[in-house]
């Protein structure tokens, strides 16, 4: 129920007066919280007319959480972060059902939530925000509760106990496998891995076996961070529920197999895994891609180009034929760039068509086609059709060899805007990797705009973030400023806080090298020039390098000078 509408119920009611409600609003814009909240914690109402009123309206029963003791075991359920979220708590479990405190039974979300999360049906009961939040602070203890979650799915299993035996994988069997797969510590502990990955802002899970251990880990703005090391022999039903839920082969286990899960997480957000299946020494990998489409940062501003870049960024996409490339390795946000460049051009009047291997989010208004090797649909046929389809503007998820390049090259030729990516270091070198494809000198100048490299380096965490009074300009110096500006460089750290979990950095931010084809380089193409020669006759011009342009987010206080000789080389 929105504050608004409990605010005016209350007036009506004549529990409170307009003016009582007018404070209440205001002291609720300060303090972020809900309205429930700012009503008891200035004494206009106590908790017990509130609740009685809330149980009223909302039609559950009303809980005085004072009066109950709640189980250690419930409580484990659901995991603080949560609970925090939501402003509720498991308060007992009756047979298939948790009863929950509530501070909003109507919000669908959490409850969809929490029944994804526990596997039982959902009985909300109302009770106030502060009442709640007490009782949050009360029941959780601190460090203990993902490990104890964990624990609860897992019951009773004795993890030292477990030994690696010589030759189990032999004795395989798929109906042994599938019905282990449906066991329910089985599915709720893969349910809990997903459903951690989502609440942690993880991108990427790996889920790895060895000869005597089996890891999960999450990797988050980056970085892959220990989370669990669930039995060794779960290792078969877990990766066979996985296999399940993508709708893979699970009798299949020599031969990598790709597929998707799609779970619904209420109020209509749906959240898509990409899962690749890789056979190792002592079993299969699983690496499963995390997309959120409501994440999806479509907003050139917000990605890290900087004014100039951003402008040549933008004029390139925005004339009417040519090439702009867009470079760097797996997992530096080539696609990000692309769609929010596809999402600025996609307009009523254009044809957009794209070729992606795979189709990460789905864009309204723009054709997107999947590929698929197995039937001979690759980029080279895709781009093909896309030209009998009278395009304005196409992407090519990857130009990955000559066919490709050499329909690309044409295209670009013949009166179409062309996007696409490589694997490159740099700007520069993606010239030299075109021609080694086999592309002539003469066609790379007369199609390629612009191309862009980029890195992803993560961001200081705005909570926490404070002055690094221990970094010395002489590492500055070293990474590539000039003495003058290491002096004025106040440069930042990460102290750790709950928002961050204590890492010092949330969120991440593009680091881009943006590189015009502008006259003079042209020239150097056709002469042969190497590929140091174009990126000095390219800084000449006024180009940011990786490594400056990561000297510049130092400057802006975005992120570490760690972060940027992590994800960028020296120049």
Same mark, same amino acid.
Not at 97 to 113: C, F, G, K, V
Not at 149 to 166: A, R
């Given at each position: 129920m929105?504050?608004? /509408?409990? =605010?005016?119920?209350?007036?009506?009611?004549?529990?409170?007066?307009?003016?009582?409600?007018?404070?209440?609003?205001?002291?609720?814009?300060?303090?972020?919280?809900?309205?429930?909240?700012?009503?008891t914690?200035?004494?206009?109402?106590?908790e017990?007319?509130?609740?009685?009123?809330?149980?009223?309206?909302?039609?559950?029963?009303?809980?005085?959480?004072d009066?109950?003791?709640?189980?250690?075991?419930?409580?484990?359920?659901?995991?603080?972060?949560?609970?925090?979220? %939501?402003?509720?708590?498991?308060?007992?479990?009756?047979?298939?059902?948790?009863?929950?405190?509530?501070?909003?039974?109507?919000?669908?979300?959490?409850?969809?939530?929490v029944? &994804?999360?526990?596997?039982?049906?959902?009985?909300?009961?109302?009770?106030?925000?502060?009442?709640?939040?007490?009782?949050?602070?009360?029941?959780?203890?601190?460090?203990?509760?993902?490990?104890?979650?964990?624990?609860?799915?897992?019951?009773?299993?004795?993890?030292?106990?477990?030994?690696?035996?010589?030759?189990?994988? #032999?004795?395989?069997?798929?109906?042994?496998?599938?019905?282990?797969?449906?066991?329910?510590?089985?599915?709720?502990?893969?349910?809990?891995?997903?459903?951690?990955?989502?609440?942690?802002?993880?991108? $990427?899970?790996?889920?790895?076996?060895?000869?005597?251990?089996?890891?999960?880990?999450?990797?988050?703005?980056?970085?892959?961070?220990?989370?669990?090391?669930?039995?060794?022999? @779960?290792?078969?039903?877990?990766?066979?529920?996985?296999?399940?839920?993508?709708?893979?082969?699970?009798?299949? !286990?020599?031969?990598?197999?790709?597929?998707?899960?799609?779970?619904?997480?209420? !109020?209509? /957000?749906?959240?898509?895994?990409?899962?690749?299946?890789?056979?190792?020494?002592?079993?299969?990998?699983?690496?499963?891609?995390?997309?959120?489409?409501?994440?999806?940062?479509?907003?050139?501003?917000?990605?890290? &180009?900087?004014? =100039?870049?951003?402008? $040549?960024?933008?004029?390139?996409?925005? /004339?009417?034929?040519?090439?702009?490339?867009?470079?760097?390795?797996?997992?530096?946000?080539?696609?990000?760039?692309?769609?929010?460049?596809?999402?600025?051009?996609?307009?009523?009047?254009?044809?957009?068509?794209?070729?992606?291997?795979?189709?990460?989010?789905?864009?309204?208004?723009?054709?997107?086609?999947?590929? %698929?090797?197995?039937i001979?649909?690759n980029?080279?046929?895709?781009?093909?059709? &896309?030209?009998?389809?009278?395009? #304005?503007?196409?992407?090519?998820?990857?130009?990955?060899?000559?066919?490709?390049?050499?329909?690309?090259?044409?295209?670009?030729?013949?009166?179409?805007?062309?996007?696409?990516?490589l694997?490159?270091?740099?700007?520069?070198?993606?010239?030299?990797?075109?021609?080694?494809?086999?592309?002539?000198?003469? @066609?790379?100048?007369?199609?390629?705009?612009?191309?862009?490299?980029? !890195?992803?380096?993560?961001?200081?965490?705005?909570?926490?973030?404070?002055?690094?009074?221990?970094?010395?300009?002489?590492?500055?110096?070293?990474?590539?400023?000039?003495?003058?500006?290491?002096?004025?460089?106040?440069?930042?750290?990460?102290?750790?806080?709950?928002?961050?979990?204590?890492?010092g950095?949330?969120? /991440?931010?593009?680091?881009?090298?943006?590189?015009? @084809?502008k006259?003079? @380089?042209?020239?150097?193409?056709?002469?042969?020039?190497s590929?140091?020669?174009?990126?000095?006759?390219?800084?000449?011009?006024?180009?940011?390098?990786? !490594?400056?342009?990561?000297?510049?987010?130092?400057?802006?206080?975005?992120?570490?000078?760690?972060?940027?000789?992590?994800?960028?080389?020296?120049?």
């Amino acid at each position: 129920m929105a504050n608004d /509408r409990i =605010g005016e119920l209350l007036v009506r009611e004549n529990l409170i007066s307009t003016a009582q409600l007018r404070e209440a609003q205001t002291d609720q814009r300060s303090t972020g919280k809900r309205l429930a909240y700012s009503l008891t914690r200035l004494g206009i109402l106590q908790e017990t007319e509130l609740t009685d009123f809330l149980s009223k309206q909302y039609g559950v029963p009303a809980i005085t959480l004072d009066d109950f003791e709640i189980d250690p075991e419930v409580i484990e359920l659901v995991p603080r972060e949560v609970a925090s979220k %939501h402003v509720l708590i498991p308060v007992q479990r009756a047979g298939n059902s948790l009863i929950t405190a509530m501070a909003d039974p109507a919000n669908i979300y959490a409850i969809d939530d929490v029944k &994804f999360m526990t596997g039982l049906h959902i009985e909300p009961v109302v009770s106030t925000d502060a009442a709640i939040e007490a009782a949050i602070e009360r029941y959780y203890a601190a460090p203990e509760k993902e490990v104890a979650s964990y624990q609860e799915v897992l019951g009773d299993m004795e993890l030292d106990e477990i030994e690696f035996e010589e030759g189990e994988e #032999d004795d395989f069997s798929v109906l042994d496998s599938q019905s282990e797969a449906e066991q329910a510590p089985v599915v709720k502990l893969c349910n809990l891995i997903l459903v951690n990955a989502i609440n942690k802002g993880a991108s $990427d899970i790996h889920i790895e076996p060895y000869e005597k251990d089996y890891r999960v880990r999450y990797r988050i703005d980056g970085v892959l961070h220990h989370e669990m090391n669930p039995p060794l022999k @779960l290792k078969n039903a877990i990766t066979s529920r996985f296999k399940i839920m993508s709708n893979l082969d699970i009798s299949e !286990r020599r031969l990598p197999q790709d597929g998707r899960i799609k779970i619904k997480m209420g !109020r209509g /957000r749906e959240m898509d895994f990409r899962v690749s299946c890789l056979p190792c020494l002592y079993g299969e990998k699983l690496v499963l891609r995390l997309l959120d489409k409501e994440n999806l940062q479509l907003d050139m501003t917000k990605l890290g &180009f900087e004014p =100039g870049p951003l402008a $040549d960024f933008k004029n390139a996409i925005h /004339r009417p034929f040519g090439m702009c490339l867009v470079t760097g390795p797996t997992g530096s946000g080539k696609t990000t760039t692309l769609y929010s460049a596809l999402s600025d051009l996609n307009q009523i009047d254009v044809n957009i068509s794209t070729a992606e291997d795979p189709v990460e989010f789905n864009l309204m208004g723009i054709n997107q086609v999947q590929m %698929h090797e197995d039937i001979g649909l690759n980029f080279a046929a895709a781009l093909r059709s &896309f030209l009998r389809q009278d395009p #304005d503007i196409i992407m090519v998820g990857e130009i990955r060899d000559f066919e490709t390049a050499e329909i690309s090259v044409k295209a670009a030729l013949t009166g179409h805007m062309v996007l696409s990516t490589l694997h490159t270091n740099d700007a520069p070198s993606t010239v030299n990797r075109l021609l080694n494809m086999g592309v002539e000198p003469f @066609l790379v100048t007369a199609s390629v705009n612009l191309i862009v490299a980029q !890195r992803l380096a993560r961001r200081l965490c705005k909570d926490c973030k404070i002055p690094d009074k221990e970094q010395s300009v002489e590492a500055l110096v070293e990474a590539g400023m000039s003495q003058a500006e290491a002096k004025k460089c106040q440069t930042m750290k990460g102290k750790g806080c709950k928002t961050c979990s204590g890492s010092g950095y949330k969120g /991440r931010v593009a680091l881009y090298e943006v590189m015009m @084809l502008k006259d003079a @380089l042209k020239d150097l193409i056709l002469q042969g020039a190497s590929t140091s020669e174009l990126k000095q006759e390219a800084i000449r011009m006024g180009m940011n390098t990786l !490594r400056r342009s990561g000297l510049n987010k130092i400057k802006d206080g975005m992120t570490t000078l760690e972060e940027v000789l992590r994800v960028t080389a020296a120049d």
